[in-house]
Structure formats: structure tokens, C-alpha cells
């Protein structure tokens, strides 16, 4: 029989020890990899029983926990297309994220059915069930009964596993079509790269609906048979009470910004762990040499997107460079070219990251011209991100060439938040920028021109959007001002604003 190619049987066949810890929570709960096998069977069982087909959707908006992972393992083995969501989302964008993703089935928190079952219901879902942080829920009451074996459904390597959504520059999300062997191949390179084993324990304190949590982390472990810590979130204390028995922590710039002004983090506290990865947005050199000089450590940071899993990665046993965010990973071809021609560049010279390889998306869910947009006619993936080669063949990331704010290590599309400024009456036109923030990175700021005669405050701006858009979202500041720098062409200069308050949040 060919050997089976799907994310699910390529992870599992690494679980040669199967009472090994999967999974231990804070309070001590462990989750082996034989109880992951056969929870993951339940609930695929529960899936099947509720309609779910190979193919179809299954939206998932819920806090993170043990069995939110057993719900991502049962949908790669029924089939079906994983579609994760910020739990940050309100209901105005899960009203998007439905209507376009049309999924079979919708898991939510408890507390959120009421509001979310009838908007499911009406945008065509067979089911609302849901799933709590203990292991309740309706979701969870379907899996009574079901048998702990489950015949996965067969599924290829282009077959879609996830969908995740990523917002779009001008205009409506994109759903990134993630195949069973993007995930896959990426868990393989960075588990080799990174020189993960069965003995690695990662405290993992990201949240479970993006990339970075799901994919890289998760996947890695499972990938080695290895451990994680599971915490809910960030929470310093946290991270501190479970380090000793850990290996390696992944996180995004926040968690070290946050760690290097604790007291705690010292050569002793950390001396046991082998690897800190940082990445889904710039850390800056001197987090990294901070965090160097309280504990003797070089973060290895390391650059990913949605649409490609992770592209590059600092050394692992060679310089980690502070700024710089390393090279291709093996399989994975990267170049620079100029943004207008698409001409390839030469080496130290600024341009546009084009990245090709296995773990490059299939295209955004309905949206062949969006993806051919994106696509060079030899398969290479225009990033949007602005980069340069050194001679020594690290890449660096010097800017972006797409118009997206990253806060926290989310990303915030301006034009998303301007529609909903630009809707409230009194306002003449919006900017929304993104300027340094001591600890988020970036802290989104709306600039706004309001009507002659309109008496808006900042307060009442957030009060009117605050109900439409993701908390990360909202603007930390609103300013108002009489009227924007525009170029010759009457484009408002965006990097002006951001220089005019780039000392906003010092
Ligand atoms: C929370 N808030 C944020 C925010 N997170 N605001 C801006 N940006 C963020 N990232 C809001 C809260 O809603 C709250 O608002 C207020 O800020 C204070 O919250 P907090 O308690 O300080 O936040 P905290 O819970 O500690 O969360 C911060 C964080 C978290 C950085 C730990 O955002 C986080 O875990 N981020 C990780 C994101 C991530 O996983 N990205 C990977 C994407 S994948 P209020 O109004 O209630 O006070 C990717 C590809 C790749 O990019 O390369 O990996
Ligand atoms: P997302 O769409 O959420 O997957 O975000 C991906 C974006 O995060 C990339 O296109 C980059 O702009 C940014 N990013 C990820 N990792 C890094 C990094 N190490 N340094 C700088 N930017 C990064």
C-alpha cells in the first residue's frame, strides 16, 4: 500500500511512545498521545455523525484548550477543512468569515451560542455545537458513546487541510488555503532545523487559531513526539512556574519585551533551556541583546507567514544575528526582486521577498485572481514583505511593501479599520498607521479629518467601532488633525504620519 500522505498519518507515524505526554495543562492534566489518538477518533466519529464530509468546513472559534487540539487532529482525519478564528472576532467579521468559508459546521465557546447559533443557522451551517475550556459543550456530548479507532478519511498531499484568514490590503479577508503537504513539510524542516526530539518540552503560551501556535509549534511537537506546557495565554507567572521543567519556549516579540523586565529571567531560571524562538514580527536587536545579557541566550528568531508557514530561520548551531531573520529553510527557495519589473536582485540590494517551495499555500479560498495576483508565472509567492540578502546570505527584513500594521503579533490592516472610521457621520477621511509601541512593537493610531462643524472625540470614535472590529484592532490613540500630507499625486503620506508620532507611545 502507497504510503499514506496526509498530515495526520505523517505526524502519527512518529508516535513510537505513545504514554508519553502530548499535552500537560497548568493544573497538571496530561493528555498522552494515546489519549490524543483516541479522543481525536471520537470527535472525528461526532463530526461524521453531524454531517461533515471530506472537504467541508468546520469554523471553529474557541478558547484554547486541550481538546480544541483534538478537534484540529479529528478535522485532518475526517477530511475536513480546519478553519480556526480569533477569538477576538466579533460578530459583524464572523458574519464574513461564514458567508464566504460556508461551513458545514461551527464550534464556539458556550457563552457565545446564543448570539453566534442564529447567524450559523442563516448563512447555511447544519450545526452550532460548542466547546468550553473543560472539556464541555455540545460538541464534546456528541463523542459519548463513539468508538476511540477511526478509519482516517483518505487525503492527499494537495488536498486542503486549513483555511486561514488573512486580511487583504484593499478590502475583504483572504482565506489561505493550507494543504496537508504545506503543514507537513513544514513541521518536518523546522523540527530538523530546529533539532526538536521526543525529549523537548515546549511551553507553548501562543494562542491556538494562527499559524504560529497551531501550525509551527503544535505541529513541530507532535512532529517529534514530543511535550508541551499549555498555557491559556501569556502570563508571566505562568511561563516562570512551568520553565523548569521545560526546553524550549516559541513566542512572538511581546512575550520577550515582557520577560526581559522580569526580574525572574536570569542565567539560572533559563540555564536549562536549549532554544527561545521569536517570530510573526520584527524582534528588535535589542530585545535580542537585552534578553542576551540577562541570561546568556540568543533568541533565534526566524520569519513566517500565513500563506507559507515559515520561510527562514536563524542557525541553529551558527550566528543568530539580532535584526536579521536567517536563511531559507531546506526546501524552501527565496529571492529579491524589484517590486515593479519583478527583475531578480543582486545581493545587498532592498526589494520585494518572493519565497517558493512545499510549503507555499495552493491560493486563497475563492479567489483565483487574488491568487494569481500574488503569484510570479514561476511559482514564486510575491510576500509583500521588503527584504535584503547579505553577503553572507542572511536575509534581513527591512520594511513592508504592503500597508499592514503588526501589533502584538497580530496583524491590522489599516484599511479595514478606515471603512469603519470613515462610516461614522462627522468624519471627513481617515489614516490608520501603525508607530512604535514599547509593547506591542507597533500600536495602531487613527489620524482623522473630521467635517467642518463635527465635534467627534476620541472616546466616541472607539465607541462606534468597538462592537465591528477585533479588540487588537481598535486604535490605541485617536488624533485629529486639520488635514493630511499628501504627495504631488494627492495620496496621503502615510510615512509622514508615522514619523509625525513616531513618539507617541514612548
Ligand atoms: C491584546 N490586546 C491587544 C493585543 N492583544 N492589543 C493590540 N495588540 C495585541 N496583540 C488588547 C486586549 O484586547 C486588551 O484590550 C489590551 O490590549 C490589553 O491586553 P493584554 O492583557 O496586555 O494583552 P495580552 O492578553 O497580554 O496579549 C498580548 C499578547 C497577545 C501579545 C500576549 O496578543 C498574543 O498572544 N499575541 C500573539 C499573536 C500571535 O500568535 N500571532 C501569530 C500570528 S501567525 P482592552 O481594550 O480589553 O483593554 C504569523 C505568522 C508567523 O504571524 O510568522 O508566525
Ligand atoms: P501573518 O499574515 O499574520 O501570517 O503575518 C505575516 C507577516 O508577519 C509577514 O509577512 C511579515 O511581515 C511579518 N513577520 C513574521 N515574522 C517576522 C519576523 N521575524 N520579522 C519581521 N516580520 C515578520
Known amino acids: 500500500m502507497p504510503e499514506a500522505?496526509?498530515?495526520?498519518?505523517?505526524?502519527?507515524?512518529?508516535?513510537?511512545?505513545?504514554?508519553?505526554?502530548?499535552?500537560?495543562?497548568?493544573?497538571?492534566?496530561?493528555?498522552?498521545?494515546?489519549?490524543?489518538?483516541a479522543g481525536s477518533a471520537r470527535l472525528a466519529h461526532a463530526l461524521v455523525s453531524a454531517g461533515v464530509a471530506p472537504g467541508d468546513r468546520v469554523a471553529v472559534q474557541t478558547d484554547k484548550s486541550p481538546e480544541a487540539i483534538l478537534l484540529y487532529l479529528a478535522c485532518l482525519r475526517a477530511g475536513a477543512v480546519y478553519l480556526p478564528l480569533n477569538t477576538a472576532y466579533t460578530l459583524a467579521e464572523l458574519d464574513y468569515f461564514f458567508s464566504d468559508a460556508e461551513p458545514t459546521i461551527v464550534v464556539v465557546r458556550p457563552k457565545m451560542h446564543g448570539e453566534v447559533a442564529p447567524l450559523a443557522q442563516r448563512l447555511g451551517a447544519k450545526h452550532c455545537l460548542t466547546l468550553g475550556t473543560?472539556?464541555?459543550?455540545?460538541?464534546?456530548?456528541?463523542?459519548?458513546?463513539?468508538?476511540?479507532?477511526?478509519?482516517?478519511?483518505?487525503?492527499?498531499?494537495?488536498?486542503?487541510?486549513?483555511?486561514?484568514?488573512?486580511?487583504?490590503?484593499?478590502?475583504?479577508?483572504?482565506?489561505?488555503?493550507?494543504?496537508?503537504?504545506?503543514?507537513?513539510?513544514?513541521?518536518?524542516?523546522?523540527?530538523?532545523?530546529?533539532?526538536?526530539?521526543?525529549?523537548?518540552?515546549?511551553?507553548?503560551?501562543?494562542?491556538?487559531?494562527?499559524?504560529?501556535?497551531?501550525?509551527?509549534?503544535?505541529?513541530?511537537?507532535?512532529?517529534?513526539?514530543?511535550?508541551?506546557?499549555?498555557?491559556?495565554?501569556?502570563?508571566?507567572?505562568?511561563?516562570?512556574?512551568?520553565?523548569?521543567?521545560?526546553?524550549?519556549?516559541?513566542?512572538?516579540?511581546?512575550?520577550?519585551?515582557?520577560?526581559?523586565?522580569?526580574?525572574?529571567?536570569?542565567?539560572?531560571?533559563?540555564?536549562?533551556?536549549?532554544?527561545?524562538?521569536?517570530?510573526?514580527?520584527?524582534?528588535?536587536?535589542?530585545?535580542?541583546?537585552?534578553?542576551?545579557?540577562?541570561?546568556?541566550?540568543?533568541?533565534?528568531?526566524?520569519?513566517?507567514?500565513?500563506?507559507?508557514?515559515?520561510?527562514?530561520?536563524?542557525?541553529?548551531?551558527?550566528?543568530?544575528?539580532?535584526?536579521?531573520?536567517?536563511?531559507?529553510?531546506?526546501?524552501?527557495?527565496?529571492?529579491?526582486?524589484?517590486?515593479?519589473?519583478?527583475?531578480?536582485?543582486?545581493?545587498?540590494?532592498?526589494?520585494?521577498?518572493?519565497?517558493?517551495?512545499?510549503?507555499?499555500?495552493?491560493?486563497?479560498?475563492?479567489?483565483?485572481?487574488k491568487t494569481e495576483a500574488e503569484f510570479r508565472d514561476d511559482g514564486y509567492f510575491i510576500t509583500g514583505d521588503l527584504g535584503r540578502i547579505d553577503e553572507t546570505g542572511y536575509v534581513h527584513i527591512v520594511g513592508r511593501g504592503k500597508d499592514l500594521v503588526i501589533s502584538g503579533g497580530y496583524n491590522v490592516y489599516p484599511k479595514e479599520i478606515e471603512s469603519e472610521i470613515d462610516a461614522i457621520l462627522g468624519v471627513a477621511e481617515s489614516a490608520v498607521i501603525g508607530v512604535p509601541h514599547v509593547d506591542f512593537g507597533e500600536g495602531v493610531t487613527a489620524i482623522i479629518v473630521l467635517e467642518p462643524g463635527a465635534s467627534l472625540k476620541e472616546a466616541d470614535v472607539i465607541a462606534r467601532i468597538k462592537d465591528r472590529l477585533a479588540a487588537f484592532k481598535i486604535p490605541k490613540r485617536v488624533i485629529f488633525v486639520d488635514a493630511f500630507p499628501r504627495n504631488a499625486m494627492g495620496k496621503v503620506q502615510k510615512n509622514v504620519l508615522r514619523e509625525t508620532y513616531a513618539g507617541l507611545y514612548a
Not at 499535552?23 to 490524543?36: L, S
Not at 513541521?187 to 499559524?211: M, Q
Not at 513541530?220 to 511561563?239: E, G, Q, R, T, Y
Open 134 to 369: 473543560e472539556g464541555d459543550g455540545s460538541l464534546m456530548d456528541l463523542t459519548t458513546d463513539q468508538p476511540a479507532t477511526f478509519a482516517n478519511a483518505p487525503r492527499s498531499e494537495d488536498d486542503i487541510a486549513a483555511i486561514l484568514y488573512t486580511s487583504g490590503t484593499t478590502g475583504r479577508s483572504k482565506g489561505a488555503m493550507l494543504t496537508h503537504g504545506n503543514l507537513a513539510s513544514n513541521a518536518e524542516a523546522l523540527a530538523i532545523y530546529w533539532r526538536f526530539t521526543s525529549k523537548d518540552v515546549l511551553i507553548h503560551a501562543l494562542p491556538i487559531f494562527h499559524v504560529h501556535g497551531l501550525f509551527t509549534a503544535t505541529n513541530v511537537i507532535l512532529w517529534c513526539n514530543a511535550s508541551m506546557l499549555f498555557l491559556p495565554k501569556f502570563d508571566a507567572d505562568d511561563i516562570f512556574a512551568v520553565m523548569p521543567q521545560a526546553t524550549a519556549m516559541m513566542g512572538v516579540p511581546t512575550f520577550y519585551v515582557r520577560l526581559i523586565q522580569d526580574e525572574r529571567l536570569t542565567p539560572d531560571t533559563t540555564r536549562h533551556m536549549r532554544l527561545f524562538v521569536s517570530g510573526s514580527a520584527p524582534l528588535l536587536a535589542e530585545t535580542h541583546r537585552a534578553f542576551t545579557a540577562k541570561t546568556g541566550l540568543n533568541i533565534l528568531e526566524r520569519y513566517g507567514m500565513t500563506e507559507t508557514g515559515m520561510n527562514t530561520s536563524n542557525p541553529y548551531d551558527g550566528e543568530r544575528v539580532p535584526g536579521a531573520v536567517g536563511f531559507p529553510l531546506p526546501g524552501v527557495s527565496l529571492r529579491i526582486t524589484d517590486p515593479e519589473s519583478g527583475r531578480e536582485l543582486g545581493p545587498g540590494e532592498i526589494g520585494m521577498i518572493e519565497v517558493k517551495g512545499p510549503n507555499v499555500f495552493k491560493g486563497y479560498w475563492r479567489m483565483p485572481e
Open 5 to 37: 500522505l496526509d498530515l495526520y498519518s505523517q505526524l502519527s507515524r512518529h508516535w513510537a511512545e505513545k504514554d508519553k505526554p502530548f499535552i500537560i495543562t497548568r493544573d497538571g492534566r496530561v493528555w498522552t498521545y494515546r489519549d490524543i489518538e
